[in-house]
């Protein structure tokens, strides 16, 4: 038996004393056809269960997992405390439609002004456009939700024919994308579009129904045992908005993992450089905002998956606070740390998808209490300078831990233009239990997974 580790309660910690620990993992370094072969190994019986156990010897896991002790209570739900009621925002109903949220959101954005993206009648040479520009373009007539659907449809079927394939969508339905767009294209020339978000494209990440396209968590047989009916109740409250839906989006197979690495469809590669990850588990979702192929797209997040692969290929991810959306019809949806949340290009752009989607289920209501959903009033005097009051905590032993300092050099330059340009205060930090907050992160998501596959694999 090791030594058991005793985590200290939070009341008696004393930070002075807290020192960090670097972790070293013991694993291989692969790729390619080579990664493809290792997991089919792993995958045989007997020897791929003696590979796993050797791994986790050689990292020192089972030690882990049973010599730690937290002396706090679980939560099996996360809690809501209290809160004053914050300046600048504005409530919305979680209980109304979608389209009025949708509305309310976008009183609270900053004015749109054409003249800073259009010149006349001509459309914008490449620039990313954002919901606001497809929304201002087809009022203006200047193009429409079935024309742009061609030009993704020809991207995306251009795809398979990279040099370097570039597996962005698992499941896609040409026919079905157009009979989407026709129909925004007809709301439009009748004058009545159902929201800001009509004509709007966007992805789905493949663990999130969206009907007809079956769900498959990037795996190869989750479709042959759970078969898709309807929308899944975020995707619902998109399509009730007028979104397009282009398709499901690659990831992580059923996102247990946080580089993008997929060795069934293709790994979906970094737009910025192909050669590296996009990070995940949606990898897929990041990867097709950050291309400018869609305006937005919709992943979950349990420990990262929305907001890694957003800040690896440059654009903003959102984690909701649990229990803000509705996670029926998801293949995640009856755990503790799952949320399905927006990526998009601007803050602008994920507000009025979050505001799309959120809402509790009845049962959450019941169970957590939640606070009434607020959006920031990013147009108000207080909200123009807010990023001039934050404090930015850095623990510089973590900041610096990497495995190249071109990671930790850039990361500081941030930090000094955040100080430089906004007035932020960057303060030394320390974060205690790092070890034991991993370990408590997956005990949750690791038996959750399990649990939630086990009928299925045990069936075989």
């Not at 620990?21 to 291989?28: H, L, N």
């Not at 071109?406 to 303060?427: A, F, P, Q, Y």
Request: glycine residues 8%.
């Amino acid at each position: 038996m090791g030594k058991k580790r005793v985590m200290v309660p939070a009341k008696e910690l004393d930070l002075s004393t807290v020192k960090y620990e670097k972790e070293t993992i013991q694993a291989p370094h692969l790729t390619g056809s080579i990664l493809k072969l290792f997991v089919r190994i792993i995958e045989i019986p007997i020897i791929g269960s003696l590979i796993i156990s050797f791994m986790k010897k050689e990292n020192n896991m089972v030690e882990m997992l049973q010599n730690t002790e937290i002396p706090e209570k679980p939560m099996f739900k996360p809690e809501f405390p209290p809160q004053e009621a914050e300046p600048s925002v504005v409530i919305v109903d979680e209980e109304g439609k979608p389209t009025d949220r949708v509305e309310s959101a976008l009183k609270c954005l900053p004015h749109y002004d054409p003249a800073s993206c259009w010149s006349g009648d001509t459309l914008p040479s490449f620039r990313y456009w954002k919901i606001r520009d497809f929304a201002y373009a087809y009022r203006s007539k200047l193009v429409t939700p079935s024309k742009i659907a061609e030009q993704i449809i020809t991207l995306v079927e251009g795809c398979k024919y990279h040099k370097a394939p570039t597996p962005l969508l698992i499941s896609f339905d040409a026919e079905d994308i157009r009979k989407q767009a026709a129909a925004s294209t007809q709301r439009f020339k009748e004058g009545n579009p159902l929201s800001i978000l009509d004509g709007i494209f966007m992805a789905i990440k493949d663990d999130i129904d969206c009907y007809p396209h079956p769900t498959k968590g990037a795996s190869t047989w989750m479709h042959e045992v759970r078969s898709v009916e309807k929308d899944a109740v975020s995707v619902s409250r998109l399509r009730s908005c007028g979104v397009i839906l282009i398709g499901k989006a690659n990831m992580h197979e059923f996102g247990m993992g946080t580089t993008g690495n997929n060795p069934n469809y293709g790994t979906t590669r970094n737009p910025y450089a192909h050669e590296r990850y996009t990070g995940g588990s949606s990898s897929g979702p990041a990867a097709i905002v950050a291309s400018g192929l869609c305006s937005a797209a919709l992943g979950t997040d349990g420990g990262g998956s929305i907001r890694i692969p957003s800040s690896l290929c440059g654009v903003v991810g959102l984690k909701t606070t649990y229990g803000r959306t509705n996670m029926g019809g998801s293949l995640c949806g009856s755990g503790t740390v799952e949320i399905a949340g927006p990526i998009a290009s601007t803050v602008e752009d994920v507000i009025l998808v979050y505001a799309a989607i959120l809402g509790s289920s009845p049962e959450d209501r019941i169970s957590l209490k939640p606070s009434p959903p607020c959006l920031p009033i990013l147009s108000s005097l207080e909200n123009v300078n807010i990023l001039g009051s934050l404090q930015l905590g850095k623990y510089t032993e973590w900041f610096n831990d990497v495995h190249s300092t071109d990671i930790s050099d850039v990361c500081e330059d941030v930090l000094n233009l955040l100080s430089k340009s906004h007035g932020c205060k960057t303060i030394e930090i320390v974060i205690p239990e790092l070890h034991e907050m991993r370990i408590a992160h997956l005990v949750s998501i690791g038996s959750e997974s399990i649990r939630s596959l086990n009928p299925d694999i045990e069936d075989g």
